[in-house]
């Protein structure tokens, strides 16, 4: 690795970590000694990086420092790059598209010498065809979740009995053809998965979920693992 993007990888770990890293942590996934890392701390450090921090201790970078956009490592790229193949299988057109975008605006930024692990990357997938006939517009509901707002659906269940139900929506999960919305459900009193194919309407409600979004979903994590223990017993 190159001193310049072992430099940016140090900024990128720290950036990412909620504690201090101490030069054992960064020597072991730099795959370096750590008087190296002790010497590259020292360095960006003199270029006016605000790590605070010690040997022994760990290394925290000051939360507010940016770096100039898109500075990518190979790694990053071929990351996207992937995450783009798998989101193009998605019955979601509009997240295909932002995928696509995505992809159009990194290459028309980055230095001409990354280029080739955008067109010619060491990673892939295979790119089924996507059933367009299935296709969802999960705009409106991806829009209830950032805003945590409550969904008024018309909900159509496999046997074409249809529901209304009033939902708090956690997340939009996606399998390779179909998505499902992820919701506390007040008819139930419980989560369910709903079927965006099957959402026949859905409206988008001024009243706010009463509760965090981080504790919802841990309410629903603690859930489904009481689910999966039963589903565990049930075999």
Sequence with gaps: MRKTDRLFQIIQ?????NRPVTSTDLAGELEVSKRTVY???SHLIAQRVPIEG?????????????MPPL???????????????????LN?????????????????VIPHDLLPYITQPAVGMRLDEVSHATTSDTRLLRLAIREKRKLDIDYCATDGTVTNRIVWPVILGYADTHSLLIAWCQLR???????TDRILNADLLDEHIGLPRNKLMQEFREWRG???QKFAQSQ
């Design 189 to 195: 009193r419980s989560f369910r998965h709903f079927r």
């Design 13 to 17: 770990i720290l950036r990412r970590s």
């Design 71 to 89: 500075m990518l490592t190979p790694e990053e790229i071929e990351s996207v790059v992937l995450g783009v193949q798998m989101v193009s299988r």
């Design 92 to 108: 979601d057109e509009t997240m295909r598209n932002a995928a696509r975008d995505v992809i159009a605006k990194i290459t028309s």
């Design 54 to 66: 010690e040997a022994g201790f760990g290394y925290v970078l000051d939360p507010r420092y940016d």
């Design 226 to 228: 009481v689910e999966m």
């Design 39 to 41: 010497r590259d701390i």
